[in-house]
C-alpha cells in the first residue's frame, strides 16, 4: 500500500520539473521546515513512548532481586496469561460480530438518506449524527442509566408486552449492552462518511443506468456500492482499530455492571489494570506493546489485501 | 426492512415521498435519540422521582431542572464548573494546537518535493494506524520520570499528535491549493511562510474546521489519556470527573442516590456544548469528514 500511494502524486509537466530543479536544495529545506513542528511531536508522542514501551518491556520488576533483563519474557507470559487471552479473545469475537453490524447499518442508512431528501431526511441525518459528538464515557452511561433496573425504561417498555425486560448488564447480555452502545456512538459518523461519498457519485451515471433498464437495486448495487469502495475500507479500519482497543465504554461499565465487566475485560483495561493498580509497568507496557503491535498488523494485511478495490491512502 | 420499503417506494416516484423508507428513518430516529430524551426527562428529577418507580421515560410531578442545576455547580465546592473548564481548556489548546502543525505538515507534504519525503510520508501513513491507547501507558512512565504527570500538559502535549488530520491536510491540499497560484506568488517575491499563510491557509478552511472539530471532539471525549495522567480531581476533565462520580454512586448505591441527579444532568451539561458545536459548524464538516474518502 505504501508503493500505491506515492504514485499519484500530482503529475508534473516536464518543463515545471525542469524548473523545479534549480531550487531543489531550497524545496528541501522549506519542505522539512513546514514538517518540522509535527515531526517533534511526533517523535515526542509516538516514536518514544513506542521504543520506550518496548524497552520497557524487555524486564521484569520483582520483589526479590529488582529489575532484571528477560528479553521476551513478558511476551511469553502475556501470551500464555489466561487473563490477557480471554480479553484477546473477547475483542476479537465482538469485533467480528460489531463491524459488520455497523458498516451494514450506517450504509443502509446512508443509501436511504442519499435516496430520500425530504427536510425529514436531511434532520434525520444530523440527530443520527449526533452520538458521535457524545464522549464515549457519557454515552456508555447513558445506555448504563437505560439497560440499569432501577430506573431505566426497559422493565417498563417490557412490561406492556407483558415480558420480562433483558438485563443488558448481566455477563451474559452484557456483549449484546456493549454492541448496542459502540454502533449507537459510531454508525452516525460513518453513515457520514458514506453518506458524503455516495454525494459525489455523478448523477449521469444514474441516469445512464436507468435508460439501460436499471433498477433502483441494481443502481445500488452495480454503481454505488463500487464506487464507494475506499469509503468502506477507511470505516473498515477506523472500527477496526477503535474496536481492538475497546476500553472507555467497559471500564465506565464495570461499575454498573457489577461482576460481567472484570478488571482485565479487554487487553487495554489490563494493562491498564497492571500498570495502575499493581505498578507493574514493565508488564503493562508489554500488553500495551503487543496490543498495538497486532493492531498494526491486522490493519496492514488488512489494507494490503483490499489494495486493488479501495485504496484510501493514496 | 430496507428491501421491502425500496420497491415499494419505486413506482410512485414523487407524492408519498418515499413514505416506508421515511417511516424507517422515524424508527431509527427514535432509537439515535431515546438516551437523549430519557437525560433530558431524569435530569429534571431528584432521587425520589428517579427511584420512586414512577415512568423512566416521562417527567415525575416534581420538575426541578434548577435545583439540580444548583446542586451540580455547589457539589463538592462546585468543582464541576472546574471539569468544564479544564474541559475546554484541553480541548481548545490541544485541537488548535494539533490543527495547526497538522496544517503546516499536510501542505509541507502536498506542495513541497523534498528528500525524503517519500519515506516520511510512508511513516506517517504507517502510524495512523497505532492505536492511540497503546502509547498511554508508555507516555505516563516517561511524563513521571520528567515530573509531568498530574499537570495540564500530560494532557494537552499527547493530543497534539494527529496524524491522521496530517494526511487529511495533505489530500485536501494537494487539489485545493494550485501549484500555479504558488508560482506566482513566488514570481511576485512572496517569501515561502508568506505564501502558505496569505495564499494556502484560505483555500484550506474548509480541511482546517473539519481537522479543528475533530481534534476538539478526540480531546473533549478523551478518557483513556487523562485518567491515566492525572490523580488531582481539580485537573480533571470532566469525562473523568463524571466517572468518578458514576464510580462513587454505584459503590455505594443506598448512600449516595441523591448523587445520580446530578451525575444525570451532569451528563447533560457535559454535551452541549460538543452539540452546539457540530449544530452551528455542519457547513464545514458535512464536506470535509469526505476528504479522506473521496479519492
Given at each position: 500500500?505504501?508503493?500505491?500511494?506515492?504514485?499519484?502524486v500530482p503529475v508534473q509537466t516536464e518543463g515545471?520539473?525542469?524548473?523545479?530543479?534549480?531550487?531543489?536544495?531550497?524545496?528541501?529545506?522549506?519542505?522539512?521546515?513546514?514538517?518540522?513542528?509535527?515531526?517533534?511531536?511526533?517523535?515526542?508522542?509516538?516514536?518514544?513512548?513506542?521504543?520506550?514501551?518496548?524497552?520497557?518491556?524487555?524486564?521484569?520488576?520483582?520483589?526479590?532481586?529488582?529489575?532484571?533483563?528477560?528479553?521476551?519474557?513478558?511476551?511469553?507470559?502475556?501470551?500464555?496469561?489466561?487473563?490477557?487471552?480471554?480479553?484477546?479473545w473477547f475483542v476479537i469475537r465482538f469485533s467480528?460480530?460489531?463491524?459488520?453490524?455497523?458498516?451494514?447499518?450506517?450504509?443502509?442508512?446512508?443509501?436511504?438518506?442519499?435516496?430520500?431528501?425530504?427536510?425529514?431526511?436531511?434532520?434525520?441525518?444530523?440527530?443520527?449524527?449526533?452520538?458521535?459528538?457524545?464522549?464515549?464515557?457519557?454515552?456508555?452511561?447513558?445506555?448504563?442509566?437505560?439497560?440499569?433496573?432501577?430506573?431505566?425504561?426497559?422493565?417498563?417498555?417490557?412490561?406492556?408486552?407483558?415480558?420480562?425486560?433483558?438485563?443488558?448488564?448481566?455477563?451474559?447480555?452484557?456483549?449484546?449492552?456493549?454492541?448496542?452502545?459502540?454502533?449507537?456512538?459510531?454508525?452516525?459518523?460513518?453513515?457520514?462518511?458514506?453518506?458524503?461519498?455516495?454525494?459525489?457519485?455523478?448523477?449521469?451515471?444514474?441516469?445512464?443506468?436507468?435508460?439501460?433498464?436499471?433498477?433502483?437495486?441494481?443502481?445500488?448495487?452495480?454503481?454505488?456500492?463500487?464506487?464507494?469502495?475506499?469509503?468502506?475500507?477507511?470505516?473498515?479500519?477506523?472500527?477496526?482499530?477503535?474496536?481492538?482497543?475497546?476500553?472507555?465504554?467497559?471500564?465506565?461499565?464495570?461499575?454498573?455492571?457489577?461482576?460481567?465487566?472484570?478488571?482485565?475485560?479487554?487487553?487495554?483495561?489490563?494493562?491498564?489494570?497492571?500498570?495502575?493498580?499493581?505498578?507493574?509497568?514493565?508488564?503493562?507496557?508489554?500488553?500495551?506493546?503487543?496490543?498495538?503491535?497486532?493492531?498494526?498488523?491486522?490493519?496492514?494485511?488488512?489494507?494490503?489485501?483490499?489494495?486493488?478495490?479501495?485504496?484510501?491512502?493514496? | 426492512?430496507?428491501?421491502?420499503?425500496?420497491?415499494?417506494?419505486?413506482?410512485?416516484?414523487?407524492?408519498?415521498?418515499?413514505?416506508?423508507?421515511?417511516?424507517?428513518?422515524?424508527?431509527?430516529?427514535?432509537?439515535?435519540?431515546?438516551?437523549?430524551?430519557?437525560?433530558?426527562?431524569?435530569?429534571?428529577?431528584?432521587?425520589?422521582?428517579?427511584?420512586?418507580?414512577?415512568?423512566?421515560?416521562?417527567?415525575?410531578?416534581?420538575?426541578?431542572?434548577?435545583?439540580?442545576?444548583?446542586?451540580?455547580?455547589?457539589?463538592?465546592?462546585?468543582?464541576?464548573?472546574?471539569?468544564?473548564?479544564?474541559?475546554?481548556?484541553?480541548?481548545?489548546?490541544?485541537?488548535?494546537?494539533?490543527?495547526?502543525?497538522?496544517?503546516?505538515?499536510?501542505?509541507?507534504?502536498?506542495?513541497?518535493?523534498?528528500?525524503?519525503?517519500?519515506?516520511?510520508?510512508?511513516?506517517?501513513?504507517?502510524?495512523?494506524?497505532?492505536?492511540?491507547?497503546?502509547?498511554?501507558?508508555?507516555?505516563?512512565?516517561?511524563?513521571?520520570?520528567?515530573?509531568?504527570?498530574?499537570?495540564?500538559?500530560?494532557?494537552i502535549l499527547p493530543t497534539l499528535l494527529n496524524?491522521?488530520?496530517?494526511?487529511?491536510?495533505?489530500?485536501?491540499?494537494?487539489?485545493?491549493?494550485?501549484?500555479?497560484?504558488?508560482?506566482?506568488?513566488?514570481?511576485?517575491?512572496?517569501?515561502?511562510?508568506?505564501?502558505?499563510?496569505?495564499?494556502?491557509?484560505?483555500?484550506?478552511?474548509?480541511?482546517?474546521?473539519?481537522?479543528?472539530?475533530?481534534?476538539?471532539?478526540?480531546?473533549?471525549?478523551?478518557?483513556?489519556?487523562?485518567?491515566?495522567?492525572?490523580?488531582?480531581?481539580?485537573?480533571?476533565?470532566?469525562?473523568?470527573?463524571?466517572?468518578?462520580?458514576?464510580?462513587?454512586?454505584?459503590?455505594?448505591?443506598?448512600?449516595?442516590?441523591?448523587?445520580?441527579?446530578?451525575?444525570?444532568?451532569?451528563?447533560?451539561?457535559?454535551?452541549?456544548?460538543?452539540?452546539?458545536?457540530?449544530?452551528?459548524?455542519?457547513?464545514?464538516?458535512?464536506?470535509?469528514?469526505?476528504?479522506?474518502?473521496?479519492?
Amino acid at each position: 500500500m505504501t508503493v500505491d500511494l506515492i504514485e499519484d502524486v500530482p503529475v508534473q509537466t516536464e518543463g515545471r520539473v525542469r524548473s523545479r530543479r534549480g531550487s531543489t536544495a531550497r524545496h528541501n529545506l522549506t519542505g522539512w521546515a513546514f514538517l518540522f513542528p509535527f515531526a517533534i511531536v511526533f517523535v515526542a508522542f509516538l516514536v518514544a513512548p513506542l521504543f520506550y514501551a518496548l524497552y520497557l518491556s524487555l524486564f521484569q520488576n520483582q520483589m526479590i532481586g529488582g529489575t532484571r533483563f528477560v528479553l521476551f519474557g513478558n511476551y511469553a507470559k502475556a501470551f500464555t496469561d489466561p487473563d490477557f487471552l480471554d480479553g484477546v479473545w473477547f475483542v476479537i469475537r465482538f469485533s467480528i460480530v460489531l463491524i459488520p453490524a455497523q458498516m451494514l447499518v450506517s450504509l443502509a442508512v446512508a443509501l436511504v438518506l442519499d435516496i430520500v431528501t425530504t427536510s425529514f431526511a436531511r434532520f434525520s441525518r444530523l440527530m443520527i449524527f449526533l452520538p458521535y459528538a457524545i464522549p464515549a464515557v457519557i454515552g456508555a452511561l447513558m445506555w448504563g442509566f437505560l439497560y440499569s433496573k432501577s430506573f431505566g425504561p426497559l422493565a417498563e417498555v417490557f412490561g406492556l408486552f407483558g415480558a420480562n425486560a433483558p438485563d443488558f448488564l448481566s455477563r451474559d447480555l452484557i456483549f449484546v449492552g456493549l454492541l448496542n452502545i459502540v454502533i449507537w456512538q459510531w454508525a452516525g459518523y460513518y453513515m457520514i462518511i458514506l453518506y458524503a461519498a455516495l454525494q459525489g457519485i455523478d448523477p449521469n451515471l444514474y441516469e445512464a443506468a436507468r435508460i439501460d433498464g436499471a433498477n433502483q437495486w441494481q443502481i445500488i448495487l452495480r454503481i454505488k456500492i463500487p464506487l464507494i469502495a475506499p469509503a468502506l475500507v477507511l470505516i473498515l479500519v477506523f472500527a477496526l482499530i477503535g474496536t481492538l482497543q475497546f476500553f472507555n465504554e467497559p471500564q465506565i461499565l464495570r461499575y454498573l455492571a457489577a461482576g460481567a465487566i472484570t478488571a482485565d475485560f479487554t487487553p487495554n483495561m489490563y494493562a491498564y489494570q497492571q500498570a495502575f493498580a499493581l505498578a507493574n509497568y514493565n508488564y503493562g507496557s508489554a500488553i500495551s506493546f503487543a496490543l498495538g503491535a497486532v493492531v498494526f498488523v491486522c490493519v496492514y494485511i488488512f489494507l494490503f489485501l483490499t489494495r486493488k478495490r479501495g485504496d484510501f491512502l493514496s | 426492512m430496507t428491501a421491502l420499503a425500496l420497491t415499494a417506494a419505486r413506482p410512485q416516484r414523487r407524492p408519498p415521498r418515499y413514505l416506508p423508507l421515511q417511516v424507517m428513518l422515524g424508527f431509527l430516529l427514535v432509537y439515535f435519540l431515546i438516551p437523549f430524551w430519557w437525560v433530558i426527562v431524569n435530569s429534571s428529577k431528584d432521587a425520589s422521582g428517579l427511584f420512586g418507580g414512577g415512568s423512566a421515560l416521562w417527567f415525575a410531578d416534581n420538575v426541578d431542572y434548577w435545583g439540580n442545576l444548583v446542586q451540580l455547580f455547589t457539589f463538592q465546592d462546585g468543582i464541576y464548573a472546574r471539569w468544564l473548564v479544564n474541559s475546554a481548556l484541553y480541548a481548545v489548546v490541544g485541537g488548535v494546537g494539533a490543527t495547526i502543525l497538522a496544517a503546516t505538515a499536510g501542505y509541507g507534504f502536498a506542495k513541497y518535493r523534498f528528500a525524503g519525503r517519500r519515506s516520511a510520508f510512508a511513516i506517517l501513513l504507517g502510524s495512523v494506524m497505532v492505536p492511540a491507547t497503546a502509547l498511554v501507558i508508555p507516555t505516563f512512565i516517561m511524563f513521571s520520570q520528567l515530573g509531568l504527570t498530574n499537570t495540564i500538559w500530560a494532557v494537552i502535549l499527547p493530543t497534539l499528535l494527529n496524524p491522521f488530520g496530517v494526511y487529511l491536510m495533505h489530500v485536501y491540499a494537494r487539489d485545493a491549493v494550485p501549484d500555479e497560484l504558488i508560482d506566482a506568488a513566488r514570481v511576485d517575491g512572496a517569501s515561502e511562510l508568506r505564501i502558505f499563510v496569505q495564499v494556502a491557509l484560505p483555500l484550506l478552511r474548509p480541511a482546517i474546521v473539519t481537522v479543528l472539530l475533530l481534534s476538539v471532539v478526540s480531546s473533549w471525549n478523551n478518557y483513556f489519556l487523562p485518567l491515566a495522567m492525572l490523580s488531582d480531581n481539580r485537573l480533571f476533565p470532566v469525562t473523568v470527573g463524571i466517572g468518578l462520580w458514576q464510580g462513587i454512586a454505584s459503590a455505594n448505591n443506598a448512600g449516595s442516590t441523591s448523587l445520580w441527579s446530578i451525575i444525570i444532568l451532569g451528563s447533560l451539561v457535559s454535551v452541549i456544548p460538543l452539540i452546539i458545536a457540530f449544530l452551528t459548524l455542519q457547513k464545514y464538516w458535512q464536506g470535509g469528514l469526505a476528504i479522506g474518502s473521496l479519492k
